[in-house]
């Protein structure tokens, strides 16, 4: 689908420097950057979804696994 946008100048030079480094057209350039945006955005909706549903949960660990832990994690060498 062929569309008209408005770049800053310096954002142009940059691509076109960026896209003929890479050995692809612009519109492939442009193309890839808007996919790993959309797929970042849809990422951090996801994570604001989960925290959402999650919020009121308690993250506190049970008592008997963190006595379990601690005893396991003593022996060990850091």
Known sequence: MKTAISIPAPIFKTAEQVAKELG??????????????????????????????????????????SKIQSASTQEEDW
């Open 24 to 65: 692809i057209s612009r519109s492939e350039l442009y193309t890839k950057a808007i996919k790993e945006f959309l797929e970042t955005y849809h990422h951090t909706d996801i994570t604001r979804e989960l925290n959402e549903l999650y919020a009121d949960e308690s993250s506190q660990l049970d008592r008997e696994l």
